[in-house]
């Protein structure tokens, strides 16, 4: 399952990031690694961006950046 298809209030952990190159280091660079934990917060009124919550800050990311990130 990828991050953008988390229900909003759940919370899951990261298990891989799958982009490329600098996308993924500006993921890493945001504190989305593997191990983390990561909230849904709000979702956007057309779904785009999410606001997630990641090591106790909130953050808002694309929807095509949410489908790089592997979750359980």
């Known amino acids: 399952m990828t991050l953008n298809e988390v229900s909003v209030g759940s919370t899951v952990t990261v298990v891989k990031l799958t982009g490329e190159g600098a996308v993924k280091r500006r993921i890493m660079d945001m504190g989305i690694t593997k191990g983390v934990k990561v909230s849904i917060r709000k979702l956007?009124?057309?779904?785009?961006?999410?606001?997630?919550?990641?090591?106790?800050?909130?953050?808002?990311?694309?929807?095509?950046?949410?489908?790089?990130?592997?979750?359980?």
């Not at 090591?55 to 990311?61: N, V």
């Open 44 to 72: 956007a009124p057309l779904g785009d961006p999410i606001e997630i919550t990641v090591r106790g800050y909130e953050l808002s990311l694309r929807q095509a950046d949410a489908r790089m990130i592997e979750v359980k």
